[in-house]
């Protein structure tokens, strides 16, 4: 009797140490995914610049803005004119990897263009992130207002705004298909 009760017992041990493994490589490859707004915005640095920007420029024309080439030149930082009702917005497009984030010294360049082009306030757009120095920087400033759009709102803005251009990111059409 006691010999079956062992066997039961063990029997009992096994599966749930099974199962218990199950959930664990569940709970581990859900660690090692990157979620999706990290894939999405990796996959955009297959992008040349101009691509991006043009994708940038449709996000804001989405949004309702009327949106322009920025000025050209060796020291612009403009990629974007973006004009609201509430005034002329100057845009920024930084395209860069999630582990290098916007610092300080690029919102200074940044802000001190849209003073120069007397703009209502500037954006910048980046697939990353910003310092938190960055972001207090923008705190105490005076009008132009500076904003932040880091690549988990940008992804959020365009699956509100522009979903098939999402899917088509995230899901490009395989070469199979487009022989066929």
Same mark, same amino acid.
């Given at each position: 009797?006691?010999?079956?009760?062992?066997?039961?017992?063990?029997?009992k041990?096994?599966?749930?140490?099974?199962s218990?493994?199950?959930?664990?490589?569940?709970?581990?490859?859900?660690?090692?995914?990157?979620?999706?707004?990290?894939?999405?915005?990796?996959?955009?640095?297959?992008?040349?610049?101009?691509?991006?920007?043009?994708?940038? =420029? %449709?996000?804001? #024309?989405?949004?309702?803005?009327?949106?322009?080439?920025?000025?050209?030149?060796?020291?612009?930082? &403009? +990629?974007?004119?973006?004009?609201t009702?509430?005034?002329?917005?100057?845009i920024?497009?930084?395209?860069?990897?999630?582990d290098?984030?916007?610092?300080?010294?690029?919102?200074?360049?940044?802000?001190?263009?849209?003073?120069?082009?007397?703009?209502?306030?500037?954006l910048?757009v980046?697939? =990353? %992130?910003?310092? #938190?120095?960055?972001?207090?920087?923008?705190?105490?400033?005076e009008?132009?207002?500076?904003?932040? &759009? +880091?690549?988990?709102?940008?992804?959020?803005?365009?699956?509100?705004?522009?979903?098939?251009?999402?899917?088509?990111?995230?899901?490009?059409?395989?070469?199979?298909?487009?022989?066929?």
């Amino acid at each position: 009797m006691n010999f079956n009760r062992s066997i039961y017992f063990f029997n009992k041990l096994a599966y749930y140490l099974i199962s218990m493994d199950e959930k664990l490589l569940k709970f581990i490859n859900y660690l090692l995914t990157p979620p999706p707004y990290r894939i999405f915005c990796d996959k955009l640095h297959g992008f040349n610049q101009q691509e991006f920007i043009q994708l940038i =420029s %449709d996000l804001f #024309e989405a949004l309702g803005c009327q949106v322009t080439p920025g000025p050209k030149g060796p020291d612009e930082t &403009i +990629d974007l004119m973006c004009e609201t009702g509430s005034g002329n917005y100057t845009i920024q497009c930084k395209k860069w990897r999630w582990d290098h984030k916007v610092k300080v010294k690029d919102v200074r360049e940044v802000y001190g263009a849209a003073v120069k082009h007397k703009a209502a306030g500037v954006l910048i757009v980046t697939t =990353s %992130d910003f310092t #938190e120095n960055a972001r207090q920087f923008s705190y105490g400033l005076e009008p132009p207002r500076v904003g932040f &759009i +880091d690549g988990k709102q940008l992804f959020d803005l365009m699956k509100q705004h522009l979903p098939d251009v999402v899917s088509r990111i995230l899901n490009p059409p395989s070469s199979e298909a487009n022989r066929a």
